[in-house]
Structure formats: structure tokens, C-alpha cells
T-cell receptor
């Protein structure tokens, strides 16, 4: 398996623009997570899905952020409009359901909003 | 609610010295515990996990961790540090169940000096 695939790896955008980050989880995994990593706040869980259904989105910072998982093999995280404080590395991870199974992480998308 | 505290955001050791990275958790149910490692510009990868089978868990690259319920701790150790161990290390907790959620600590940056 190719692992969790995220695209793009790097994104530079201007403030106010819409940004869409994409994730393809590992086949057969039914839990998917979006995390944000910054120097100040560390690794934050934004939202996670189980069987394509959003279970907990309490970490989504505000209404400018939205996430979807239309099917088991694809998820998006959208920021609209983007702001400089959204600059961070965004990770997608997937796992099989069950607390004793580890999450597998993608390489991340480094987002810079100027 | 589950949470993780990693004591020490930065640990520096000499090559060949003992590595000790501390992690304390809070969980309302028996937890599943994980240690992940992150190398620069990469995603997180699993070092080891505790799933209640044995309190002393061995992982990759010579690392191990011991689950101590009375101390609510899951400290990571390695007898002899190698230069290649320099990375950021994250402790994480899950309470399991059908709705799996993985919560991370803020990470500890390990520096290995020659």
C-alpha cells in the first residue's frame, strides 16, 4: 500500500483565497483524522471521521474551516477565506476502527498564507 | 476526557547516553497509549503502542516504554542514544471504543550531541 497520500505537499496562497487540501487514506481504514501542527500549539486534532461520518469536529477553529469525506477513499479540508494565522502543516491520518490500532500519517501539506 | 502531558519540550543527551522521555496521561477508561516519532519535514510514524497485553512494550529502533497505571505514566526509554535518534517524539492516548479518537501531547524534541 502507498500509505496515506496528501496533496499538495506545499501550498502558498494569498490571504482571502480558498484553499483545499486533499487526502487519500489507506484502503480498508475506516477512521480518518485531520490534524494541524504549529510551533505554538503543537499537534491539534481538527476533525475525525468514522465510516465517512464526521464524529467530532470540535477542533475546527472556526466556520472558515470545513471538511468532507464523500467516500471511503477521499477527504478534503477547505479553508475559505484563508488568513495568515492558518499557516501550518496539515496532516491527514487514517486507521482501522478500534482504540488499539495505530493511526498512519501522511507526509503533510505545508500551507503558507501571505 | 483524555489528555496527555509530556514533561520537557526539549531533551538533550550525549551519544551513548540513556534517553528518557516522559509522558503522563489522563483517561476515564483504561487507555491505549502510543509513542510516535517525527523526523524533519516528515509525518509521524509509530514507535510502539500499549494495548494492555504487557506493561513493558518494545518498539522499533531499540526504544521501549513501560505502562504504570499507579503513576498514569508511559515513559519512553532507550539505553544508548544514537545520532539518528534526533527527532521530535509524541505521546498519544486513545480511549478506544467504536469512535476512536487519538489525542497527542505537545511533543519533546530530542537532541543528540556527539
Amino acid at each position: 500500500d502507498a500509505g496515506v497520500i496528501q496533496s499538495p505537499r506545499h501550498e502558498v496562497t494569498e490571504m482571502g483565497q480558498e484553499v483545499t487540501l486533499r487526502c487519500k487514506p489507506i484502503s480498508g481504514h475506516n477512521s480518518l483524522f485531520w490534524y494541524r501542527q504549529t510551533m505554538m500549539r503543537g499537534l491539534e486534532l481538527l476533525i475525525y471521521f468514522n465510516n465517512n461520518v464526521p464524529i467530532d469536529d470540535s477542533g475546527m477553529p472556526e466556520d472558515r474551516f470545513s471538511a468532507k469525506m464523500p467516500n471511503a477513499s477521499f477527504s478534503t479540508l477547505k479553508i475559505q477565506p484563508s488568513e495568515p494565522r492558518d499557516s501550518a502543516v496539515y496532516f491527514c491520518a487514517s486507521s482501522q476502527t478500534g482504540g488499539n490500532t495505530e493511526a498512519f500519517f501522511g507526509q503533510g501539506t505545508r500551507l503558507t498564507v501571505v | 476526557a483524555q489528555s496527555v502531558t509530556q514533561l520537557g519540550s526539549h531533551v538533550s543527551v550525549s551519544e551513548g547516553a540513556l534517553v528518557l522521555l516522559r509522558c503522563n496521561y489522563s483517561s476515564s477508561v483504561p487507555p491505549y497509549l502510543f509513542w510516535y516519532v517525527q523526523y524533519p519535514n516528515q509525518g509521524l510514524q509509530l514507535l510502539l503502542k500499549y494495548t494492555s497485553a504487557a506493561t513493558l512494550v518494545k518498539g522499533i529502533n531499540g526504544f521501549e516504554a513501560e505502562f504504570k497505571k499507579s503513576e498514569t505514566s508511559f515513559h519512553l526509554t532507550k539505553p544508548s542514544a544514537h545520532m539518528s535518534d534526533a527527532a521530535e517524539y509524541f505521546c498519544a492516548v486513545s480511549e478506544g471504543g467504536s469512535n476512536y479518537k487519538l489525542t497527542f501531547g505537545k511533543g519533546t524534541l530530542l537532541t543528540v550531541n556527539p
